[in-house]
């Protein structure tokens, strides 16, 4: 293929539509994430202002829940005050949480770092196994490939709820360690990140391996073969490049997987995060939390689906081709 000799900045031109429309694509997720998110929270039975002061338990007279109303907009119609919550969120005011009386911003702040800390352990986890076990069983016989496709199975179809729950049950229950369940440091984190990190890699395992199978019987592994390369240069140079485009593509995918499941994995291994921290937020009907929370993920969500278009015609010279752009 001949060299394209124009400009790099007018090789890349061809992309910029691409981008402009996942930017438009992620105003509209962000609209419909603040939208269904406040009517959803405020259809959950209970008043609000009741977590203002204090929670359900409050013996705060009459004039206090009334003053209360007022302060947070909660006497105004409820579209109004959904328009309210709407020039907020967009002016960059996730303002302050019903129950903890604090900046919105501020607590997501404290409760982010471990969240992180738990995504991204159980991000490098799932790729370690997914391609440690794509790496074992590709070129070897049927029963290695089957085996290696049955563990992806089973791995992608376990609830992060039920493994959460038996390794609680197996580490704290029968070998009495809680260390290994709530301690701190990394000694805690392990099996969060497992519980997080097995389904996700057995689903990023199954979509390498069919790209795998494809990559085994294309032309350029074929020719690297006929010039004498061997299996593992093979599997890293040519098969691996080509199973990671879609893996690569689903980034964002994971990571919404990885939030949710840090809702039930932080829960369970008691955990201080986003996912507790937000599961709390929705039963005391606490809007702005859960709400920031959900903007900033949701935002979180689709840059990385942004850059993950950037990235793929870097290692996919096909995809560059069909926008136009060339090396």
């Known amino acids: 293929m001949t060299k394209d000799a124009r400009p790099r900045a007018a090789r890349l031109l061809p992309l910029i539509p691409r981008i402009l429309l996942r ?16 009517f959803a929270v405020r259809a959950v039975p209970g008043d609000p202002v009741l977590a203002i002061l204090g929670g359900p338990g409050s013996n705060a007279s009459a004039e206090a ?57 159980s991000l490098l986890l799932a790729w370690a196994i997914a391609l440690t076990v794509a790496w074992w069983s590709t070129g070897r016989s049927r029963i290695a490939w089957g085996i290696a496709s049955t563990l992806e199975v089973v791995a992608a179809a376990v609830p992060h709820f039920w493994l959460a729950s038996v390794l609680v049950l197996i580490f704290a229950g029968m070998l009495g360690l809680p260390v290994a369940v709530s301690g701190p440091g990394l000694s805690g984190l392990m099996l969060p990140s497992v519980t997080l990190a097995l389904p996700l ?81 929705v039963g005391a009907r606490d809007v702005p939390y859960v709400i920031g929370v959900l903007v900033v993920v949701a935002a979180a ?15 996919d010279p096909r995809s560059r081709d069909r926008a136009g752009v060339t090396a």
Request: aromatic share 8%; no cysteine.
């Open 201 to 281: 890699a057995g689903y990023l395992g199954q979509v390498m391996r069919e790209q795998m199978l494809d990559a085994l019987e294309s032309p350029f592994v074929l020719a690297a073969r006929a010039r004498g390369e061997g299996p593992s240069g093979i599997f890293w140079r040519h098969v691996l490049r080509h199973a990671a485009i879609p893996a690569v593509g689903l980034s964002g995918w994971a990571l919404g997987s990885l939030v949710s499941g840090a809702v039930v994995v932080e829960t369970i291994f008691a955990r201080p995060g986003l996912g507790r921290s937000l599961l709390a937020a």
């Open 65 to 121: 829940v009334a003053q209360a109303r007022a302060e947070n907009g909660l006497d105004q119609p409820l579209f109004l005050q959904y328009l309210a919550q709407r020039w907020r969120t967009a002016t960059g005011d996730l303002g302050f949480s019903y129950a903890q009386r604090e900046s919105v911003a501020s607590l997501i702040g404290e409760q982010l770092p471990g969240t992180l800390a738990l995504a991204g352990l």
């Open 23 to 38: 930017l438009g694509g992620a105003l509209f997720v962000l609209w419909a994430v603040v939208t269904v998110t406040f």
């Open 301 to 315: 969500y689709m840059l990385v689906t942004v850059l993950t278009d950037l990235v793929e015609p870097v290692i």
